[in-house]
T-cell receptor, first 116, second 113 residues
Framework: AQSVTQLDSQVPVFEEAPVELRCNYSSSVSVYLFWYVQYPNQGLQLLLKYLSGSTLVKGINGFEAEFNKSQTSFHLRKPSVHISDTAEYFCAVSDHRGSTLGRLYFGRGTQLTVWP | DADVTQTPRNRITKTGKRIMLECSQT?????MYWYRQDPGLGLRLIYYSFDVKDINKGEISDGYSVSRQAQAKFSLSLESAIPNQTALYFC????????????FGPGTRLTVL
């Protein structure tokens, strides 16, 4: 089975500062990795995903993530955040073998709060 | 119009009542999922369905049941609601040909008193 650990439950930062949201996973097989974002009072929206190929993945709104297989990590980064990035961010993993099942395992979430 | 809709968006009910949450999608996806979200716990899978005749339990199915009335509709029922079922519930869909991207509805906030 897969598991996902988001190392920080809350990350406060000032506007225009860089941010990194950390995610580690455990799995005995190859996985697909995802970051979803949840803005206040909304559903989840896909931010980016890693399936294969380049380990640096670019997503929407200037976010990017780097897959590190040796460290089983998939950290999310943005060089300069805006107040509108305030949201909860979820890291998720799915079993590569079971990719046709589409079952996702989510971390507990990281609340990013951007202050002016 | 939203591709994945959920009704109601908010619901308050009493312990012991039966309640149904509905999900509809216009994406034409064959796979549908129900999750619940609790603060600090992320999203946990309740049930999932690959098509109308294929329904499977997720990690926290106790106290819940589902019905896939059509490819586009997937309902979640609480037969006898209890306070610890107070949560935010999300429906999601996925196309079998897609690489695991799920599309989420806006959520239903359920409060059981």
């Amino acid at each position: 089975a897969q598991s996902v650990t988001q190392l920080d439950s809350q990350v406060p930062v000032f506007e225009e500062a860089p941010v990194e949201l950390r995610c580690n996973y455990s799995s005995s097989v190859s996985v697909y990795l995802f970051w979803y974002v949840q803005y206040p009072n909304q559903g989840l929206q896909l931010l980016l995903k890693y399936l294969s190929g380049s380990t640096l993945v670019k997503g929407i709104n200037g976010f990017e993530a780097e897959f590190n297989k040796s460290q089983t990590s998939f950290h999310l980064r943005k060089p300069s955040v805006h107040i509108s990035d305030t949201a909860e961010y979820f890291c998720a993993v799915s079993d590569h073998r079971g990719s046709t099942l589409g079952r996702l395992y989510f971390g507990r979430g990281t609340q990013l709060t951007v202050w002016p | 119009d939203a591709d994945v809709t959920q009704t109601p968006r908010n619901r308050i009910t009493k312990t012991g009542k039966r309640i149904m949450l509905e999900c509809s999608q216009t994406k034409g996806h064959d796979r549908m999922y129900w999750y619940r979200q609790d603060p600090g716990l992320g999203l946990r899978l309740i049930y999932y369905s690959f098509d109308v005749k294929d329904i499977n339990k997720g990690e926290i199915s106790d106290g819940y049941s589902v019905s896939r009335q059509a490819q586009a509709k997937f309902s979640l029922s609480l037969e006898s609601a209890i306070p610890n079922q107070t949560a935010l519930y999300f429906c999601a869909t996925k196309d079998r040909a897609d690489t695991d991207t799920q599309y989420f509805g806006p959520g239903t906030r359920l409060t059981v008193l």
